[in-house]
């Protein structure tokens, strides 16, 4: 079987059409026999409604099908597009990689038809296996394939397959995927399932903004949706480096759209070397005051050591906990290398009607030599 190929817009129409309901042609009159005149018939004027559009779609499709030359209908006045105005529904080109699209008229009044979910398709070329029901977009250095829908938007570095009998498409090559509300994912593997609304990304990377700060996300993440997230094998760090200063590496990861990230369990890596294990954590992402995992604070003479003498420190290890609107606390850890470990909380309370405000400090230290002290 030789697939056929066809322009996105002319997949657009071709959809569409085949979509909507039909309509039955009129009907031609059979000629009368050699050598029989008949009688001149009264012009009967045509009293049934034109639809403009359908003619129009028709007239374009019929011209796709002939060879290169000069298209009468793209050089006529725009009409369609006058009375869309005119009644206050001419539609908005859907948006690309590159900025605003626009579309030509017929294209505009089918995006605004009702009932329909309008996909927009941009590559090098596509490929259309009408048997298997199958769109392969093909794209370039130049022109990478991509698939713009309401709620995402998909582009890739080779090519887009999209399966009409699963509903599925799948991006081949390094992929981006934009969910209409969440945060893109670009991945090196990537599945959608457009009747379930989400998808598959192996490989992926992602970031979600905490308030002035940012989580870089790395790993597998088997199911994608537009404010929820689940990953396995994932690891996480706000430092931005290639190569970041510390990271936090987990079997599950649960993460909710400018809410709470959940992991579980938890291994905290300063280079690659473990020097905490958690349970689980649970990091707000909101942009209210909210519980979450405190920022360490090192250098990066305390990950590599420039001499045999430097001692390590790295601090601020913890979790900060908003227990209510006016009381908050902080449990974090300090360790000295050659010197101490110590664990430090505290509890802040603010009471205005009861003109209550301070705080409770408790450090206990435990020295290297042994021996703990409390303060």
């Given at each position: ?70 298209d009468s209908v793209q050089l006529a006045e725009d009409t369609m597009r006058i009375l869309l105005r005119e ?149 996480f760090t706000s430092c931005d480096l290639e190569d970041p200063h510390y990271h ?128």
């Amino acid at each position: 079987m030789v697939p056929a190929r066809a322009s996105g817009p002319a997949l657009l129409l071709a959809a569409l059409l085949g979509a909507a309901s039909g309509t039955r042609a009129q009907e031609i009159p059979a000629a009368a026999p050699p050598g029989r005149d008949e009688p001149a018939q009264p012009q009967v004027p045509d009293t049934a409604e034109v639809d403009s559009t359908r003619v129009r779609v028709f007239e374009r499709l019929r011209h796709l099908g002939q060879g290169p030359g000069i298209d009468s209908v793209q050089l006529a006045e725009d009409t369609m597009r006058i009375l869309l105005r005119e009644e206050g529904r001419e539609g908005r080109a859907p948006r690309g990689a590159g900025g605003a699209r626009s579309w030509d008229s017929t294209s505009t009044a089918l995006l605004e038809l009702q009932g329909y979910t309008p996909t927009s398709y941009v590559g090098e070329r596509a490929d259309f296996e009408a048997l298997r029901r199958r769109l392969i977009l093909h794209g370039d250095s130049a022109r990478k394939p991509q698939v713009f829908r309401q709620e995402m938007a998909v582009t890739a570095d080779s090519s887009i397959v999209y399966e009409e009998d699963t509903g599925r498409v799948r991006a081949l090559g390094d992929a981006l995927y934009e969910p209409e509300n969440g945060d893109p994912v670009e991945s090196r593997t990537l599945v959608l399932d457009l009747s379930q609304r989400r998808g598959t990304a192996l490989g992926a990377s992602t970031e979600y903004s905490q308030g002035n700060a940012r989580w870089i996300v790395h790993g597998d993440l088997p199911s994608v949706e537009s404010e929820i997230v689940y990953g396995s094998g994932t690891t996480f760090t706000s430092c931005d480096l290639e190569d970041p200063h510390y990271h936090f590496a987990t079997d599950r990861i649960k993460i909710h759209q400018d809410r709470v990230l959940v992991a579980r369990p938890v291994r905290l890596y300063f280079a690659d070397v473990p020097v905490a294990w958690l349970p689980f954590i649970a990091q707000g992402l909101g942009e209210d005051r909210s519980s979450g995992l405190l920022t360490p604070r090192f250098s990066v003479n305390d990950i590599v050591r420039t001499s045999g003498g430097y001692r390590r420190r790295v601090s601020n290890v913890g979790f900060y906990w908003a227990m209510s609107d006016y009381t908050d606390a902080t449990v974090a850890l300090d360790w000295f290398s050659g010197n101490f470990l110590s664990l430090t909380s505290n509890v802040r309370y603010n009471w205005s009607r009861q003109f209550l405000q301070g705080d409770v400090n408790l450090r206990r230290f435990w020295r290297e030599g042994g021996g703990s002290e409390l303060a």
